[in-house]
């Protein structure tokens, strides 16, 4: 399967470092491998990997990660298999939104 990739630079997506406590669970629970832990902190290594899907929100502890779920775009990046990524849209001819 192709990796899913959203449209650079525009993810919604913070981390408050001082405030994660390193466990984990972001890591796991992210389905594009968009954190690492480093020494015990998470970091964001992919942020235009991320979908906003929510999960990493929803599984922090410490409420160190917002993210603004479902502004992610899955038209685009469906359009951007087929047309490529310079071509993509959110829509049709006359877009989504
Ligand atoms: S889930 Fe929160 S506290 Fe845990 S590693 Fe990730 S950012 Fe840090
Ligand atoms: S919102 Fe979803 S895709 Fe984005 S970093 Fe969090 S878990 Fe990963």
């Not at 690492?36 to 990997?49: S, Y």
């Not at 479902?70 to 071509?87: F, L, T």
């Amino acid at each position: 399967m192709k990796k899913l990739r959203y449209m650079t630079g525009v993810t919604t997506l913070k981390l408050d470092q001082d405030s994660c406590v390193g466990c984990g669970n972001c890591e796991t629970v992210c389905p594009h491998a968009v954190f690492q832990i480093e020494n015990k902190k998470a970091v964001i290594t992919d942020p235009d990997g991320c979908m906003e899907c929510g999960a990493c929100q929803n599984n922090c502890p410490t409420l160190a990660i917002t993210v603004e779920p479902g502004v992610g775009c899955a038209a685009y990046i469906i359009s951007g298999w087929i047309y490529g990524r310079e071509n993509a849209s959110c829509g049709g001819p006359n877009g989504c939104c």
